[in-house]
């Protein structure tokens, strides 16, 4: 079941910086939006916010409010752990479990909570995971050997197969292309599509062209100043965005005019 | 030379070609002789160690009768000595390894900053305690202590073997000898054990949060398998200290001769160790006993070699998995 995101007047923290401040947006369920905006304006920070990563890192801290689907994440007897489950994430760079198989490594969220899977169920996972993430006829020959022994960009689909092998609600992307040849790109893209029916996804880019081709949301986050904290400038269905923005500095942003 | 043909200069035919090479900086020629010279200084200490104990102590291997302490030979007197030794270092690791990887776990992992800070601080400290000062607080505090619970062991749990007693009030036991040698040990295994879990990526730890794991899961998908190598170097590492530790033993265990070999903890009749045993011994000792003794240190010598390299077969093995 996908679900849709409220996020008001979020202010995000680490420590007594603030790197994030008043985010107000609705994103949609079954449909992608795509964050954009220079480096260091806090869209890792608030992607990372939306399903509790962001208070990994100590003294970080968030105020205001994320609901799903009107469950509010913060909520004090929230349990992070159970967020994770419901809202999956694929990093930057990949980061299969080095001493794990590509087996274990697709089912790694599966036998969390100590789990235990029949092997014809766990069969079925791993191979439905596998085909979701595109990834299945490259491997399924060698699925006993070590996750990394695969190329980086095979090794990212393996990330993104792991994540939805739990089935979750949400799928949070950061830069998930940005280590990847074109030919690969053009695969996590085509994933990232056919997932669109089952999965609500928001995905953090640098390239205009994949937040143009995915997306159906767009959200351009810029910092006011040095030093200053980064902001939500603009959010609009991504066709706007890109033809005909309401705000000129995501106008500037995008045709490469910008600072 | 080849026929293939390059842009690159190449020496005139005949000549070897010549390696291109840095010029020398005194710098580097100073630290070079000075780091070679320590090189050397320590293999000949190691080959004079080494050189000492087999010459020494050859004389011993054919030794009987009084020099070795009443046993048939020295292979039955180094083996009842060995057996104490294995039993402490033993009993020491089952204790010490996993409060110290559980010790480690929360300054890493656990315990807020604050807290973590003085923690690895305390548990450092207690690495520097002199092993005399671990002796006398053995005798004096530990062991009266752990007296009480031998008795209250034997009265309950006396049909186990390891309790059937009679107890030792005093304490002096080779089960008291092994939780000492446990404290010595746990700074050696959380030092080490804590730098490594502290090094763990933050990618992989991250990966497993992210999935939605605890953080004990985290730690056993991301923190336990980055850090499988370097726990078993550091409980090798411990196990050489309580191998070889001298002096805490021979203050705390009550032990003669080559010892009791026995599996009965808690009595006055012990097992005792090749360390104590030589430190006990050897100022009376004259003449074969004096061999005797050495090729004892020898034997001691021999284990803690085969200790570390198994050590090192275990890594290298783990590591080869990893790579494969
Ligand atoms: N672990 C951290 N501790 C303290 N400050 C941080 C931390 N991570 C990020 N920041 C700060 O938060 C702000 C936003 O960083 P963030 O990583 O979210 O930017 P970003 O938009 O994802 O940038 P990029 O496009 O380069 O990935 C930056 O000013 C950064 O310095
Ligand atoms: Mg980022």
Redesign the pocket.
């Known amino acids: 079941m996908a679900k849709s995101i409220d996020v008001s007047d979020l202010d995000i923290y ?1 420590g007594d ?1 603030l ?1 994030v401040q008043g985010v107000n947006m609705t994103i949609r369920a079954r449909a992608v939006t795509a964050f954009i ?1 220079p ?7 608030f992607l990372r916010s939306l399903n509790r990563m962001h208070e990994v ?1 100590p003294g970080a801290r968030v105020e205001g409010k994320v609901l799903v689907d009107g469950q509010s994440l913060y909520e004090p007897g929230v349990d992070p752990v159970a967020v994770r489950r419901q809202i999956g994430m694929v990093f930057q760079r990949p980061n299969p479990f080095p001493t794990m198989s590509i087996y274990d490594n697709v089912l790694a969220g599966n036998r969390l909570n100590s789990k235990k899977l029949k092997k014809s169920a766990a069969d079925d996972i791993v191979e439905k995971s596998l085909k979701g993430a595109n990834l299945w006829n490259e491997v399924k020959d060698r699925l006993g050997k070590p996750g990394m022994g695969l190329s980086g960009g095979q090794q990212q689909r393996l990330c993104i197969a792991r994540a939805i092998a739990v089935e979750p609600q949400v799928l949070l992307m950061d ?1 998930p292309c940005s280590a990847l040849d074109p030919i690969s790109t053009a695969a996590i893209e085509d994933l990232i599509h056919d997932l669109k029916s089952q999965y609500t996804i928001v995905i ?1 880019t ?1 390239n205009m062209q994949q937040a143009a081709r995915v997306s159906d949301d767009t959200g351009f ?1 810029n910092l006011k100043g040095a030093g200053q904290p ?1 902001h939500l400038v603009e959010f609009n269905p991504t066709e706007k965005v890109f033809a005909n923005p309401d705000n000129d500095s995501t106008e500037a942003y995008i045709s490469g005019r910008f600072g | 030379m080849s026929s293939t043909d390059t842009a690159k200069p190449r020496p005139p035919k005949g000549e070897p070609p010549v390696k291109r090479r840095s010029p020398e900086r005194p710098g580097d020629k100073i630290f070079k002789g000075l780091s070679f010279g320590a090189a050397m200084i320590i293999l000949v200490a190691l080959a004079g160690v080494a050189i000492f104990l087999t010459v020494e102590g050859i004389p011993g291997l054919g030794a009987s009768g009084g020099a070795v302490a009443g046993e048939a030979n020295f292979l039955v007197y180094a083996g009842r000595l060995v057996y104490g030794t294995l039993l402490a270092a033993v009993i020491a690791l089952i204790v010490a390894t996993p409060l110290s990887i559980g010790m480690a776990l929360v300054i890493s992992h656990y315990a807020p900053r604050r807290l973590a800070t003085p923690l690895g601080y305390m548990i450092d400290l207690l690495a520097a305690v002199p092993s005399v000062v671990y002796g006398l607080w053995g005798i004096l505090f530990f062991g009266r202590f752990m007296g009480d619970i031998y008795v209250w062991l034997e009265a309950n749990l006396g049909f186990i073997p390891l309790f059937s007693g009679p107890a030792a009030t005093g304490g002096r036991t080779i089960l008291t000898a092994g939780l000492v040698l446990a404290l010595m040990v746990i700074p050696i295994i959380t030092a080490i054990c804590r730098e490594i879990f502290a090094q763990t990526p933050t990618l992989h730890q991250e990966a497993a949060l992210a999935l939605g794991a605890t953080r004990w899961e985290m730690i056993r998908y991301a923190v336990f398998p980055y850090a499988k190598s370097g726990m078993v170097s550091a409980t090798m590492l411990g196990l050489g200290r309580a191998l070889g530790e001298t002096m805490a033993v021979a203050m705390v265990l009550s032990a003669s001769g080559t010892g009791v070999m026995t599996l009965n903890l808690i009595t006055t009749q012990n097992p005792n160790t090749i360390a104590a045993n030589i430190a006990r011994s050897f100022p009376e000792a004259t003449g074969l006993s004096v061999n005797v003794l050495i090729a004892s240190g020898l034997v001691l010598f021999l284990i803690t070699f085969a200790v570390n390299f198994a050590a090192r077969a275990i890594v290298a093995r783990s590591g080869k998995r990893l790579n494969a």
């Open positions: 680490y910086f790197a905006g480096s260091g304006c806090g869209k890792s920070t890192i830069e953090v640098h986050f980064g």
